[in-house]
């Protein structure tokens, strides 16, 4: 089945072929990002975003299918994000699928948006067998799931107030970095002195998988207010507070996924989601990982954060199984569990 997945839940345009037959996998995959036109504005303008949606969706449709190789009349399905996302960008893109699916007379299916994050790592060649442990880290979410397999998960823990990249993003602005702030806020921190501020590792002193980042917030906020009223928040400063933010959030992320996959017993762990490009996550979790002589697997960078690809793997995955909208009923849920 040769699908073509299209993901614009929020600030980025996606669109991309999966081939489910065997020698096939990812045909084509393109990307427009916003970004840009919203780092403007220090995050995503809803209104502008839609409208971006509309002006590259079709052009990067005909650009996958040109880089495949091929015509409209040879794709057997269709996928978009369904949800959770922005509701004028979720719209732009499952109508653009109905439309194509009804002209096309081929099936379409709207997926969860984390669900494309989960799979993401199947993209890759060495690619996770199930069952695993899977942490999701983007801006909106922070959770741990048990997979057994496609549509089998069980929720392990999650965040109960900010998700790991909202928490990167609010730290990047006290620190008046640009929108989105991960990457930035990483990279100031590769300056920082570890020894010389530590941040507390929420939740981690008692039993649970959940997570819980608004205090380290607040501590961060309060940290650089100090920092400002003794004349002392500096280049280096800056830094040292970008360190102890970092560092304590990825230690709290690897002492939860180490006690979940001691708790589950699994021996695989998939982490994914726009916060899994962290090089200093990926070091420590390799570390836990090689320790318990257990498996660790990331999407490559391109495929952490959103992407097509990993909406098309999903939907080629469903629709093989026969699952599929009802004709004429697209679907955009800004908010999905
Ligand atoms: O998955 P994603 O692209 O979009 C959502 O579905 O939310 O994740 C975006 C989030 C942002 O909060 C961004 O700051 C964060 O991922 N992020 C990072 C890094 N790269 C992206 N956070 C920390 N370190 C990074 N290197
Ligand atoms: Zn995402």
Redesign the pocket.
């Known amino acids: 089945m040769r699908v073509l997945g299209i993901e614009t839940s ?1 600030d980025e345009t996606g669109v991309a072929v999966y081939d489910t037959a065997p020698g096939g996998g990812l045909l084509a995959d393109a990307l427009y990002s916003q970004v840009a036109m919203h780092a403007e504005y220090g995050g995503v303008v809803p209104e502008l975003a839609s409208r971006d949606h509309t002006r590259k969706l079709l052009p990067l449709v005909e650009q996958v299918l040109a880089d495949a190789d091929m015509a409209r009349g040879e794709l057997d399905g269709i996928a978009y994000t369904a949800g959770p996302g922005l509701v004028g960008a979720l719209m732009v893109g499952a109508a653009t699928a109905h439309g194509m699916a009804r002209a096309l007379n081929i099936p379409v299916l709207g997926v969860h ?1 984390m669900e494309g ?1 989960l799979l993401a790592p199947m993209l890759e060649d060495e690619a996770p067998a199930f069952p695993f442990v899977a942490l999701l880290v ?3 979410h922070t959770q741990l799931v048990a997979v057994k397999g496609l549509g089998e998960y069980r929720l392990l823990g999650e965040s109960v107030d900010d998700a790991a ?2 928490a ?2 609010k730290t990047a602005k006290m620190l008046r970095l640009p929108y ?4 930035h ?2 990279k100031l921190a590769k300056q920082g002195d570890p020894g010389r501020f530590r941040f507390p590792r929420p939740m981690t002193d008692r039993p649970g998988l959940d997570f819980s980042f608004s205090g380290l917030k607040t501590h961060t906020l309060t940290a650089i207010r100090k920092l400002d009223d003794a004349g002392e928040l500096t280049s280096r400063g800056r830094a040292d507070i970008a360190r102890a933010f970092e560092d304590a959030v990825v230690d709290t992320m690897v002492i939860k996924c180490r006690r979940a996959l001691d708790d589950t017993g699994l021996k695989r762990l998939v982490v994914a ?3 899994s ?2 090089v200093r996550l990926r070091e420590g979790l390799d570390q836990a990982c090689a320790k318990r002589r257990a498996g660790v697997f990331y999407p490559r960078g391109r495929f952490c ?2 992407n097509g690809a990993m909406i098309a793997y999903v939907g080629a995955r469903r629709l093989e199984t026969g699952e599929r909208d009802v004709t004429g009923q697209m679907q955009a849920t800004p908010r999905w569990p």
Do not use: I
């Open positions: 929020c948006h994050h983007s801006g909106g990249g909202e990167f993003d989105p702030g991960g990457p806020v990483a989601g726009g916060v490009a962290n954060t959103d």
